[in-house]
């Protein structure tokens, strides 16, 4: 099922959760709704199931107006963070609920909800535990369950608010990993909401990275990733060091960014010279070299060396930075540079993207300059 939503607005008081939102979910696709905590991921959620009423809009499913149908009669499942299984029914009780509750004329026979609870717990590999209750389950588990239980009913739409959000990291993990395995075996059209960027980017084929009741940018994982239409985007995504500057334009170097009394190498595009810009690097988009007589790069003193796994990590520091520099080299590039924690270097960028100056702190960012 499409899901259309159209100028969609919603205040709580003064509070703008949604700001004139227009978006569509395709049909069969798993979409992640990313954003920091009060960006209005949450309640765009609630719209579309329809336990939220918006102030202006409309909700289309399959290009039919959904706005004023009740709940049960969008045909939506909804899997909430902290599972809302009932603690007093055993698992496939828990699991059986949505079909028992349906209108004398159409629900099943207990022969058809027993084989359905069934298939179902075998599907989220959980049959075993079909005679246990909420509080023997692991937290893992109980999400599993949660997730049978908005199957049970065949929803046309699957809603899962920060679903893992509630559980440690290992299991998370593991979960995520599952939950796109299950996706692809159903291909039931699926929203998620989480302010996990890994979870999102890991699992989902659509992210729609929202802040301040606006949608910021849309695309797959790797396009929101790799090209960020705005410093919002560029700095959630990730890790990330800011650059202040001036654009100037360079002869034998070319373009550069003049920070402080320093030079960091750019592409100053449609820029003008002397133009106020920030650049954002990631920390893999930085090199350091260790010897730099006239070098064009920011001079900068290595502070730490964080080697985990096959990266490591430098934090840096120079005169103008208010925040430490991350750059990330291989262990292979780290142990021929032979670097040493108080260290001199000089700092060069492969790869920056320029903003225009704004004012006031950018959100979500490793560094400022």
Same mark, same amino acid.
């Not at 698992?91 to 028992?100: E, H, I, K, M, S």
């Not at 298939?119 to 599907?123: H, Y």
């Not at 291989?330 to 590039?333: E, H, L, M, P, T």
């Given at each position: 099922?499409?899901?259309?939503?159209?100028?969609?607005s919603?205040?709580?008081?003064?509070f703008?959760?949604?700001?004139?939102?227009?978006?569509?979910?395709?049909?069969?696709?798993?979409?992640?709704?990313?954003?920091?905590?009060?960006?209005?991921k949450?309640?765009?959620?609630?719209v579309i199931?329809g336990?939220?009423?918006?102030?202006?809009?409309?909700?289309?499913?399959?290009?039919?107006?959904?706005?004023?149908?009740?709940?049960?009669e969008?045909?939506? $499942?909804?899997?909430? %963070?902290?599972? =809302? +299984?009932? !603690?007093?029914?055993t *698992?496939?009780?828990? &699991?059986?609920?949505?079909?028992?509750v349906?209108?004398?004329?159409?629900?099943?026979?207990e022969?058809?909800?027993?084989?359905?609870v069934h298939?179902?717990?075998?599907?989220v590999?959980?049959?075993?535990?079909?005679?246990?209750?909420?509080?023997?389950?692991? $937290?893992?588990?109980? %999400?599993?369950? =949660? +997730?049978? !239980?908005?199957?049970? *009913?065949?929803?046309? &739409?699957?809603?899962?608010?920060?679903?893992?959000?509630?559980?440690?990291?290992?299991?998370?993990?593991?979960?995520?990993?599952?939950?796109?395995?299950?996706?692809?075996?159903?291909?039931?059209?699926?929203?998620?909401?989480?302010?996990?960027?890994?979870?999102?980017?890991?699992?989902?084929?659509?992210?729609? +990275?929202?802040?301040?009741?606006? *949608?910021?940018?849309?695309?797959?994982?790797?396009?929101?990733?790799?090209?960020?239409?705005?410093r919002?985007?560029?700095?959630?995504?990730?890790?990330v060091?800011?650059f202040?500057?001036?654009?100037?334009?360079?002869?034998?170097?070319?373009?550069?960014?003049r920070?402080?009394?320093?030079?960091?190498?750019?592409?100053?595009?449609?820029?003008?010279?002397?133009?106020?810009?920030?650049?954002?690097?990631r920390?893999?988009?930085?090199?350091?070299?260790?010897?730099?007589?006239?070098?064009?790069?920011?001079?900068a003193?290595?502070?730490?060396?964080?080697?985990?796994?096959?990266?490591?990590?430098?934090?840096?520091?120079?005169?103008?930075?208010?925040r430490?520099?991350?750059v990330?080299l291989?262990?292979?590039?780290v142990n021929?540079?032979?670097?040493?924690?108080?260290?001199?270097?000089?700092?060069?960028?492969?790869?920056?993207?320029?903003?225009p100056?704004?004012?006031?702190?950018p959100?979500?960012?490793?560094?400022?300059?």
């Open positions: 099922m499409r899901i259309l939503v159209r100028d969609l919603k205040r709580f008081g003064q703008v959760a949604l700001d004139d939102i227009t978006l569509a979910f395709p049909s069969g696709k798993l979409t992640a709704l990313l954003g920091p905590s009060g960006c209005g949450t309640t765009l959620l609630r199931a336990l939220e009423t918006p102030d202006h809009g409309r909700i289309e499913f399959s290009d039919e107006d959904a706005s004023q149908r009740a709940v049960r969008r045909g939506v $499942g909804f899997v909430f %963070q902290h599972y =809302a +299984l009932f !603690r007093h029914m *698992v496939f009780d828990n &699991v059986a609920f949505g079909l028992r349906k209108p004398r004329k159409e629900r099943p026979s022969d058809v909800i027993r084989k359905k298939e179902l717990l075998d599907l590999q959980l049959d075993w535990l079909a005679h246990r209750y909420p509080s023997q389950l692991s $937290g893992g588990q109980r %999400q599993r369950i =949660a +997730l049978a !239980r908005a199957l049970a *009913v065949e929803p046309k &739409v699957l809603l899962l608010d920060e679903p893992f959000g509630a559980l440690d990291a290992k299991v998370r993990k593991e979960l995520r990993r599952w939950l796109r395995n299950l996706h692809d075996t159903l291909h039931l059209t699926s929203i998620f909401v989480t302010h996990d960027q890994e979870e999102a980017l890991e699992v989902a084929d659509h992210v729609v +990275l929202m802040n301040r009741g606006r *949608v910021e940018q849309i695309g797959t994982p790797q396009q929101v990733y790799d090209h960020p239409a705005s919002f985007v560029y700095g959630f995504l990730g890790s060091n800011l202040h500057g001036r654009v100037e334009y360079g002869r034998a170097e070319g373009d550069v960014l920070v402080g009394e320093h030079r960091l190498p750019v592409d100053a595009g449609e820029f003008k010279f002397g133009a106020e810009a920030v650049a954002y690097a920390p893999y988009d930085l090199e350091i070299e260790r010897h730099f007589p006239g070098g064009v790069g920011l001079p003193t290595v502070r730490r060396i964080l080697a985990i796994g096959p990266m490591v990590r430098l934090e840096l520091e120079t005169q103008e930075a208010t430490p520099i991350e990330e291989s262990r292979i590039q021929s540079l032979d670097l040493q924690p108080g260290e001199q270097v000089l700092v060069r960028a492969k790869n920056v993207k320029l903003f100056h704004e004012g006031g702190e959100q979500e960012v490793d560094n400022e300059l």
